[in-house]
């Protein structure tokens, strides 16, 4: 099945900056669209985005390079190609590139060809797009990591912690983890109005938070976890992203909020002081990107009691994913496509993540779009876990709901489970 045709234009995402979308359309007329999204807290070892840095254009944000390498280069390696045949696609696409990072043509310029030369694959077969991502072999609808407040780089650093999320724990299928979802979101909210603290939401949807410590947004959270007739560490579990990438700067830790400063052991200390005091389950990007000695150790001080993920240190990187299980040093992988730019990689690092007896936890952009690939992706690989922002804002909406649409279309086969969190690996 021949692809036959290749463009792209410049289209938008979340926070309103350019993005990267592309049509490609095959032999029998089928089309698939792929959108890019954009990370804030990116780490140093993800693919690179392609941005012209035209100084008056977009703040130098603007993707026409990426855009124009897509119709140009990218288009010339795929025209006449098998879609359905993505792994050979996306290796043509890496080819094109060259480089390790795909700096060349840019990680946003390859991802938009693989997503929608996938979906077009799809479209062909008339199968969904996660039937055809997972050769009909994924059913596990995916438990949702919900934020309730944001904060770190998508809240202008207002708290230093990034994600205060939860996980439905008591959810006995993938709706009443929404309905839980839509409880505490709510409850929080009004809990954070009534103290006058209310002070809209941050980039993913969670609250913007306005807090005198980091503890203080754990307390909200368990507030309206309660409020929202709910257990803490029961029914709703605690999820954060630390973030910690942002806050190491010249070999320590900054918690800027607390006015504390702490080298690595500190720093660990006081995230395994968290897990006495908070009913957490999963603890992501507690120490930054290249810290892996203290990752290795945090992982043994913290035992098997949560899930230790791993995002900027990993960044959905095959290589670096062997070296963390080599080092032992997280339980869990968070997964995003652009992290490494095209959707074969991306499957492979969530294959090999699996086969470690690691997690992974699918997740979307702090800079997202309409476009709802992820939510296929994570039920096409049994994955688990799916992390996609807060419960408002319908590019976060889309992905919630598109789960839906599966769970109705996979019908009775479908599944869902809460992992034991508290046995992790
Ligand atoms: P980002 O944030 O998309 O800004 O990198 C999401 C995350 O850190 O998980
Ligand atoms: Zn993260």
């Known amino acids: 099945m021949k692809i036959t045709s290749v463009k792209a234009y410049q289209v938008f995402d979340s926070r309103g900056n350019p993005t990267v979308e592309t049509l490609v359309e095959l032999e029998d007329g089928t089309q698939g669209a792929g959108l890019v999204p954009s990370g804030a807290s990116t780490g140093r070892h993800e693919a690179k985005e392609l941005r012209d840095g035209v100084p008056g254009r977009f703040a130098g944000r603007s993707v026409l390079n990426a855009v124009a390498n897509v119709n140009g280069a990218l288009a010339a390696a795929v025209l006449g190609r098998d879609a359905l045949d993505q792994a050979g696609l996306d290796a043509a696409l890496i080819a094109a590139d060259g480089t390790a990072d795909k700096s060349r043509l840019g990680a946003n310029a390859l991802l ?34 919900v934020q309730i407040i944001g904060g770190g780089k ?41 103290r006058g603290l209310l002070a809209g939401v941050a980039d993913e949807g969670g609250y913007w938070p306005q807090f ?75 120490l930054a990107e290249d810290d892996w000695e203290g990752w290795s150790k945090l992982r043994a001080a913290i035992g098997g009691r949560c899930q230790l993920v791993g995002d900027d240190l990993f960044t959905t990187n095959l290589a670096r994913i062997e070296q963390g299980v080599a080092r032992q040093a997280a339980n869990a992988v968070l997964i995003k496509l652009n ?3 095209t959707v074969s990689e991306t499957i492979a690092a969530i294959r090999r993540t699996q086969a470690a007896g690691w997690r992974p936890i699918v997740s979307a952009r702090s800079g997202e779009t309409e476009d709802a690939f992820i939510a296929h992706l994570a039920v096409a690989t049994n994955a688990g876990q799916l992390k996609v922002g807060s419960f408002c804002r319908s590019e976060r909406m889309a992905k919630w709901n598109e789960v839906l649409r599966i769970h109705h279309q996979l019908g009775s086969r479908a599944r869902f489970e809460i992992p034991e969190f508290r046995s992790s690996r």
């Open 339 to 341: 992290q490494i730019g």
């Open 154 to 194: 998508h809240a202008n650093g207002r708290v230093d912690v990034q994600d205060f999320m939860i996980v439905p724990l008591a959810a006995r299928s993938y709706e009443e983890a929404l309905e839980i979802a839509f409880n505490v979101y709510h409850r929080a909210g009004a809990v954070m109005r009534s």
């Open 112 to 145: 938009s060809v693989s997503m929608a030369v996938a979906r077009a694959a799809a479209g062909t077969r008339r199968e969904p797009l996660h039937a055809w991502l997972g050769g009909g072999q994924g059913t596990l609808l995916p438990l949702p990591q």
């Open 212 to 286: 005198a410590s980091n503890e203080a947004a754990f307390d909200v959270l368990l507030e309206g976890i309660s409020a929202a007739g709910h257990v803490p560490g029961r029914d709703v579990g605690i999820a954060v992203d630390i973030a910690a990438t942002d806050l190491f700067r010249d070999g320590k830790y900054h918690l800027v909020l607390e006015n504390r400063v702490c080298d690595t052991d500190a720093f660990s200390n006081l995230i395994i002081s968290w897990l006495d005091r908070f009913p957490i389950v999963s603890i992501e990007d507690p």
